[in-house]
C-alpha cells in the first residue's frame, strides 16, 4: 500500500515555521534554548546567571563565558556607570540562559535574524536607554555604532510579542507555573514529541540491543527479517537474521503469526547467543518456536543460520493469541510469554489453556538457557513456583493470562534502584477491557475466570481458591481494544520521565501512561498526545505518528521508542521507528554521553533519511485518512499576561540577585581597577 502523499510535505520548513507563527497563539509557545534544545537543571551552579541556577539553558561553562563578557562591557565604565548600569548588562546577557531565549532571541522563527540582545518590552527598553545607552553598542560588539535617538533605538529592541519580551514574561504566570514539568493540556494529556528513527519496516514489532557497549539496535520484522542499526542510524544492507522460510505468516492484516520475539543472552557479549520466538507449520500442525542462534565468529553483525538449535516448541490450536515476548529478567533466566491457544473465550478443556498449569498455553514460562551446550536444552530454575506440583508444567511461572503482548524489565531508578526487576505486561482483553500487569512468581492473572478487574466466566469467577491477581491498570474498549505493553522510562536524557509507564493501544493508537504513588502504591493515569502548536517545533521533531502501535523497545542507553504502521500486515512498508522525546526539560550536557564501541562492517550502509522534517499541524480528530496520529485538535487558551498587576515576586526575587550580584561585581571591578 503507497504511503498517502500528505500535503505539508509539499512545504518547505521555513514556510512551516511561518506559517505557525501567523495562526498559532503565543500561549502555545515552549521553553527553548537557543540551540534549539528544551531548559535543564545545570549540574554545577551558575555563578553569574544565579537567577536561572536550578533550570536554564546555560551550563557552568557558557555561565563562564557570559561573565567574561559582562567584565569586558562593564571595564569602559567608572564606579558610577558602573552603579547605574550593572544590573542591566547582568539582566540582558543572562537572558541567553532563560528557557525562553529562543523567543527572546527570535530563533524560534526562521523568518527572522537572531538578536544580539533579547526582545525587550517598550517600557523597559525606554528605562534602560535613558539610563545606560551607552552599553548598547558594548553589547552588540559595535563599539563605534553612532549614537541614535531613543525611539529609533527602541524600535531594533523591542520585541513585538508582548507575552514574551523581557522582563514581562518573568509575569506571565501561565508560562512559569509548571516550567520545566511535563506540558499538559487541559484535560490533563501530556504533550510530548517523537523523533523519526527509522522507516519502511515490515510490521516492525520488536526492537532489542545487544548489550554489548557498542549501542547497535536491532529491529525484527513480522515475515522473519532483523536488522542491525549502528548509532548514526544508518542501517546495514545485509540483514542480521532471515528466516522468512521458515516462519509461517501472511500477507493478512491483523494476521498475529509470524516472528514475534528477539532477545540476547545477558552474557552475549562472551558467548554470543541470541534467541527468537516465532511461529512455524510441522506437517499441518501449527506452533511455537523458541530458538537459540550463535552470531557468526567472521561478522557480528550477522546471525550464524546453521546454528539455529530450536529449544522448546509448543502446539498451536488456532492462529491467533500467539503470544511472542522473550526477555531475560535480573535473575539470568529466560521468561517466555505464550498466549491462550487462540479462538475466543480460552474453550480448551474445562477450565481453558491459561487456568490448567499442565499445559504451556497462556503462562509466562521460565527457564534457564545457561551453560547449555552440553546436556540438556534448557534446565529448570530450582525455585520455579510449579516444579514439585503434580500434574503441573515445572517451567511455568505465572499463569492465567489471554495473550500478553510485550513485556519488559523495570531497570529501576538511576539513583534509588527502586522498582528495578518488575516484570510490566500488556495482556490484551477479550470483549471489555485491556490490562496492565505486574508480572510475579506463582501468580495467576484471572483468565479467563476475569478480564480485567471483571467477571468474564462467572462460574471461574466465584470461585475464591483461584487466588487472581488483579491488573494495576485496565482500561475499557472505548478507549482501545488491543494493548501494547510499554516500559518504564529510565533514560537519562529526559528526567521528567522517570518513573513513568509508557504504553498503547494497537486498535485506537493511544499512547498512555501510569506513574505509580509511592505511598499509596497506586497507579495514576495520563494520557500522552502529541505537542501541539510550537511545542515540537524543534530539529527533526515530528507530533504525528502512524496509528497502529506495534511496539515498544529501549536503547542501551535507556531511551525509549515504539513502533507503528500505517497498514497492520507484515508486508506492508509503512512501519516507522518512533524516539519519544520530552520538549520541556533535557539532561543538562555531557550527562547522557557515551562512547560507542567500534562496530566491524563488511555490509554496505544505506543511510537514513526521515520521512517528516517538522511537527505536523494534522489534528487528532478521529482516524486519520493516513492512519497517523497527530496534535489533538482540542485548543489551548492564549496565554496572555495581566497588563494591569505589577510584576510578581519572582521578579522581586531576581531584582534582589541583582542587587547582591552587582556589589559583588563592584568589589572585584574595583580591586582589579586598583591594581
Known sequence: MPRPHRQSCCLSRACIFYLLSLHLPAGMFHPQCLD????????????????????????????QELLLKFYHVMEHFDYNGYSNCAGYVLELLCQECSPYAAHLFDTEDTQTPVRTIPGLCPDYCEEFWKKCNSTVPLLLGKPHMGKQQPAERCQDLVLDDMDYCYPRLLSNQKLNKNLGRVQADGDGCLQLCLEEVANGLRNPLAMVHANDGTHRFFVAEQVGLVWVYLPDRSRLEKPFLNITKAVLTSSWEGDERGFLGLTFHPK???????????TVEVGFDERIRISEFHVSARDMNMVDHTSERVILEIDEPASNHNGGQLL???????????????????PFGQYGNAQNKSALLGKVLRIDVNNNDRGPLYRIPPDNPFRNEACARPEVYAYGVRNMWRCSIDRGDP????????????????????EIDIIEKGHNYGWRAKEGFSCYDKTLCANSSLGDTLPIYAYPHKVGKSVT?????????????????IFGDFMSGRLMSLQEDTNTGQWKYNEVCMGMGRTCIFPGLINNYHQYIISFGEDEAGELYFMSTGF???TSPSGTLYKVVDPSRRAPPGRCHYEPRPVRVKSRLSKFVPQESTSSSQTNSGTPTDQRIGARAKGQP??????????????ESLNICFELKKLTLMAGWCKNKSK
Open 568 to 570: 497492520p500486515s507484515a
Open 328 to 346: 531475560f529478567a535480573d535473575d539470568g533466566y529466560l521468561y517466555i510469554f505464550t498466549g491462550d491457544g487462540g479462538m475466543s473465550g480460552d
Open 36 to 63: 534549539f534544545k528544551p531548559p535543564f537543571r545545570p549540574m554545577k551552579e551558575l555563578e553569574l546567571c544565579v537567577m536561572y541556577k536550578d533550570f536554564g539553558c546555560c551550563d557552568y561553562q557558557k555561565d
Open 638 to 651: 492564549r496565554t496572555v499576561p495581566d497588563q494591569d498587576k505589577p510584576r510578581q515576586s519572582r521578579t
Open 268 to 278: 552475549y557479549k562472551y558467548n554470543r547467543k541470541l534467541y527468537v520466538y516465532y
Open 485 to 501: 505493553g510499554g516500559y518504564v522510562y529510565r533514560g537519562c536524557e529526559y528526567p521528567n520521565l522517570n518513573g513513568l509507564y
Open 415 to 434: 539513583h534509588t534502584k527502586e522498582g528495578k526487576g518488575r516484570i510490566f505486561c500488556g495482556d490484551v482483553g477479550q470483549n471489555k477491557f485491556e
